[in-house]
């Protein structure tokens, strides 16, 4: 599986960015994959759920 690039800050709208390496193994659901917005420095962790290959962004 692999982990969205980014996707739209809830906070600002702005794109955020992938902070977390990938595993040498790949990432498996239940990781924990960080993200940090440019535009207001907010931070997310996100936990990868089987099947999130499908949808370009969380939660859509």
């Known amino acids: 599986m692999e982990a969205p690039p980014g996707f739209t800050c809830v906070d600002c709208g702005g794109r955020t960015r992938l902070l977390s390496y ?3 193994d790949g990432w498996e659901p ?3 994959v960080a993200y ?5 420095g907010e ?3 996100v936990v990868l759920e089987a ?8 939660g859509t």
Do not use: A, Q, T, W
């Open 30 to 32: 239940g990781d924990v």
């Open 36 to 40: 940090r917005c440019p535009d207001c």
């Open 22 to 24: 990938r595993p040498e």
């Open 51 to 58: 099947g999130d290959d499908d949808h370009p962004e969380p």
């Open 43 to 45: 931070r997310f962790d």
